[in-house]
């Protein structure tokens, strides 16, 4: 067990590289800050200036290794724009991101999984062709497109929720039901396969055969063993979820880390955008390796080799 921890550990920290790589390339080419950093009145010699003041004149491979020394030691620089290190500036909005992530996957989890449960039980009836509409038609749907008619509806007109910004359990409402929304159609949809694919096993039978009663049948016999490809869909889903919280908090102007990213590489603010980005990757990165550890656990044909 711990061999394998350790292993996927390493593999992360390989995945983590490749992104920092990525990131660092993908921003330096999209723009130079110095253009924004500087007036219209300035002139040439302050542009070569600053330009070497913010190491911008090296080399690129040069601009990278002193960026990989600075994240060794979790030092991201100080942002150019707002003038406060990096870090502290991504730590302070992690736990709006958090919070969003997590009430959106609660309201996918608790409106996909009985959904998913009940379409599998009454196969082809009136509410599995229902729930098989709802899905087809969440996947289909754009998540700015579903924010902005939420405020329409209940913020414009029915004014019963506030339309942006984060403070009471009221402003949590319509972005966490956004982002569960992009989560619950394809949560529904695995949680119906797998608990038809498991209604029709010999020991489910076997279970309705001895008289046992049909809800110990469905939930002990079926829907924990549904649970394991459950359990794996949604942490491989996090980071789709992480995703749809830039567009979320960019639409409800919720101060997280999504809407900190989008603002930093409007504004070519590297050290911010770099911090930012490689943060929400090492949360993906460690909840895809306690998904498997859980997965494990759960699952005792598994083995740690």
């Not at 790589?21 to 330096?28: K, Q, R």
Request: net charge positive.
């Amino acid at each position: 067990m711990l061999a394998y921890i350790l292993r996927r550990l390493a593999e992360s920290v390989v995945v983590c590289f490749g992104i920092s790589v990525i990131t660092f390339l993908l921003l330096h080419v999209a723009g130079d800050p110095v253009v924004l950093l500087l007036s219209i009145e300035s002139k040439a010699e302050d542009a070569v200036l600053l330009r070497k003041t913010l190491g911008l004149d090296q080399p690129i491979y040069v601009q990278y290794w002193i960026f990989l020394k600075g994240l060794l030691r979790l030092d991201f620089g100080q942002s150019l724009f707002i003038r406060e290190p990096a870090l502290t500036l991504v730590m302070e909005r992690f736990p709006a991101t958090i919070q969003l992530t997590m009430a959106g996957m609660v309201f996918a989890v608790l409106i996909s999984i009985p959904l998913g449960v009940l379409a599998a039980i009454r196969r082809y009836s009136l509410l599995d062709n229902i729930c098989t509409m709802l899905a087809v038609s969440g996947q289909a749907m754009p998540i700015f497109w579903l924010g902005l008619m939420l405020i329409i509806l209940f913020s414009v007109q029915l004014r019963i929720l506030p339309a942006s910004g984060r403070g009471t359990f009221l402003h949590l409402l319509m972005p966490a039901f956004t982002l569960g929304a992009a989560l619950a159609p394809i949560t529904m949809r695995m949680t119906r396969s797998k608990m038809l694919d498991i209604l029709s096993q010999d020991y489910v039978r076997t279970a309705r055969a001895k008289g046992l009663r049909e809800q110990i049948v469905l939930f002990r016999h079926a829907f924990l063993n549904a649970c394991i490809p459950i359990v794996t869909i949604l942490g491989l889903q996090f980071g789709r979820l992480l995703g749809g919280a830039i567009v979320t908090e960019t639409v409800f102007a919720w101060p997280g880390l999504g809407s900190l990213a989008v603002s930093a590489i409007r504004n070519f603010d590297y050290p911010l955008a770099q911090a930012a980005i490689l943060t929400m990757a090492l949360i993906v990165v460690l909840v895809n390796l306690g998904v498997d550890i859980a997965v494990g656990y759960l699952d005792p044909r598994i083995r740690f080799d």
